[in-house]
């Protein structure tokens, strides 16, 4: 048989090798990032878990998933609540700051009032708060 010939079950066992290396990759990438994310663990759990992770990857990411999972998830829960929450909090404050038309209006007026501003720029403000 040529070597560039294979059967159909020879392609369908590499890809399915192939996905289960890309899922392992994805598994210990994953635990690495948690790993180095966590505020409560000490530099020298960290160094422990690196040494494991890198040195016996596979099995490593298997103890560190059973150890950890738990506190992984809750982790990952805990920064997207307070990632919610930073986006709300920006998007009251640019809500608030900025003025609506009517409010535009009745500031440029009162400067008007106050001799601040000319007629003109009134005129001007007003048609840039109306468009």
Not at 35 to 63: C, E, H, R, T, Y
Not at 73 to 87: M, Y
Not at 99 to 112: M, R
């Amino acid at each position: 048989m040529d070597a560039m010939t294979t059967s159909f079950g020879e392609v369908l066992l590499w890809s399915f090798w192939f996905f289960i290396w890309i899922a392992a990759l994805m598994v210990w990438f994953r635990c690495l990032w948690d790993l180095f994310g966590d505020q409560s663990l000490s530099g020298w759990g960290k160094a422990g878990w690196v040494i494991l992770l890198v040195f016996v990857p596979w099995f490593g990411a298997l103890i560190y998933l059973i150890a950890r999972g738990r506190s992984m998830s809750e982790r990952q829960a805990a920064a997207a609540a307070q990632q919610r929450s930073e986006q709300e909090k920006y998007i009251k404050h640019v809500a608030s700051s900025s003025q609506g038309p009517t409010e535009q209006i009745a500031s440029a007026k009162a400067l008007l009032d106050a001799g601040t501003i000319t007629q003109a720029e009134f005129d001007a403000l007003k048609a840039k708060a109306l468009a």
